[in-house]
């Protein structure tokens, strides 16, 4: 199999990044395919620990090439940042290693403000918790044929002409959430101010990573976010507004889904989410405190605290259905070492009767769903040394045997610390037929 996708099997922040990082060792071309700088992937190496939101996490391997998809949308200021941070810190070539899409969006400040707007002026309820990225208004722009490819960053004069209609059509927005109307140039300031740097980055990426899948190079496909923010498979409206799940890897990078091999979810030994909406397992007091602390649950992008709770091993069959799972990679195991008690949600109860997939429309509500939780043995031992199966305590090993009993789905890697060799590697997706 020469392709794989990476994708977030639960609420995002499943540990993508040191997954993707550890698979591209043999891959060629790494292609992020959604979201923006909402992203926040965390990569280990030895004492270096850096974040990157737009690059795609293949960056830290000198000979993998990275391509920002075109279904991304793109700070051009976030993305020129991380460039700088990464070649400051001594990581080679990696303009030369970097290609944009010129088909991916632009991110404009007029959209940042909007989001921002929009969240301060939210009713409490009606709250997205978004990352302020200008992520939603961006997406929007797209959808109603507003938005701006990153090519026309070749050319200003149209870029203009088309962000002075875009400006025009937020200015009642703008106005209606109590915002100032930003002048062209303010808008087009950054644009203007990145092209030179930008423009020589731009290409087709369809067309790069089509022809490295003809070579039949290993290519991995990086998702951002999770299954459950997907716009269209996640906990409806409290998501984001890309198709973060394994099918947006075929429209996000410009490739039929006959050219993806394997899909890998991404899962950490317990949940989390940042931001607002449903979170049937959710945790208050000293074992959700437990896993906020050990396992440094604070965003990588905003620094809020992520929400915790239990494993939901019916979302998990659900991110298996809606993406089609081929193996399942656990991260964070070694954060359940030493919580007083363990549950994971087997079933949810619905007026309906017990399902065993997550409702995932009656979460909330009259008759909302209400999680089935089964206790099972703890263990205290550290993990983080662990490199095989039979290294972990037998508490540990049945905990991922009740997951892949549940879920159905094989494990191809378990982590058991964030740094690159904190790893108990079973099966190379690439390898497997
Ligand atoms: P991503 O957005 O899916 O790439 O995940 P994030 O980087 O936002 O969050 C995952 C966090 O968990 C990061 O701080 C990682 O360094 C860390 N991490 C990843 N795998 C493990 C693991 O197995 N154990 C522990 N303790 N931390 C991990
Ligand atoms: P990675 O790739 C976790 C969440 C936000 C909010 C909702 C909408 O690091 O896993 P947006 O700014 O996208 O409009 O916010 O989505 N969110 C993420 N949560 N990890 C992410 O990315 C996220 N990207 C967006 O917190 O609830
Ligand atoms: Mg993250």
């Known amino acids: 199999m020469s392709s794989v996708v990476i994708v977030g099997a639960q609420w995002g922040d499943e540990g993508k990044g040191k997954i993707v990082d550890i698979y591209t060792e043999f891959a060629e071309l790494v292609v992020r395919y959604a979201g923006g700088p909402n992203a926040g992937h965390t990569l280990v190496i030895g004492d270096e620990k850096l974040v990157v939101r737009l690059v795609p996490s293949g960056i ?45 969006h632009l991110i404009m400040p007029y959209h940042i403000l909007v989001d921002t707007l929009r969240e301060a002026g939210a009713r409490a309820d009606q709250a997205i918790g978004t990352t302020k990225k200008g992520i939603g208004p961006a997406y929007e722009d797209k959808a109603r044929r507003l938005g701006l490819h990153l090519g026309l960053l070749r050319s200003p004069d149209v870029l203009r002409e088309k962000v002075a209609l875009a400006l025009e059509a937020w200015r009642p927005i703008i106005e209606a959430l109590g915002g100032e109307q930003p002048s062209l140039e303010e808008a087009l300031a950054p644009a203007l101010s990145a092209r030179d740097r930008l423009v020589p980055l731009l290409g087709d990426a369809s067309h790069i990573t089509h022809e490295a899948l003809t070579r039949g190079v290993r290519v991995m496909f990086e998702g951002a976010q999770g299954t459950l923010l997907d716009v269209d498979h996640g906990t409806y409206p409290f998501v984001t507004s890309s198709s973060a799940v394994a099918g947006g890897a075929a429209t996000g990078a410009g490739i039929g889904p006959s050219r993806i091999g394997k899909v890998v979810g991404i899962t950490k030994a317990y949940t989390t989410r940042v931001g607002a909406g449903p979170f049937p397992t959710e945790l208050e007091g000293a074992s959700g405190d437990h896993l906020r602390h050990v396992g440094a649950e604070f965003g990588s992008v905003t620094g809020r605290p992520r929400r915790t709770g239990w494993l939901d091993l019916p979302a998990l069959r659900y991110a298996a259905r809606v993406n089609g799972l081929d193996a399942l990679a656990i991260t964070k195991l070694d954060v359940l070492t030493g919580l007083p008690e363990l549950k994971v949600c087997v079933a949810y109860d619905t007026p309906d009767g017990r399902v065993a997939d997550l409702p995932i429309d009656r979460l909330t509500g009259p008759g909302a769903a209400t999680p089935v939780l089964e206790a099972l043995p703890t263990w205290t031992e550290d993990l983080s040394q662990a490199r095989s199966l039979a290294e972990l305590p037998e508490a540990a090993r049945g905990y991922l045997k009740r997951l892949e009993q549940a879920v159905e789905v094989p494990l191809c890697l378990v982590s058991v610390g964030p740094g690159r060799h904190q790893t108990i590697t079973l099966q190379d997706p690439f390898d497997a037929r």
């Open 60 to 104: 830290l391997r000198p000979n993998t090439r990275c391509v920002l998809g075109q279904g991304m949308v793109v700070d051009v200021d976030v993305l020129l940042g991380e460039i700088d941070e990464l070649t400051r810190r001594g990581h080679t070539s990696v303009t030369e290693r970097l290609v944009v899409s010129d088909r991916a």
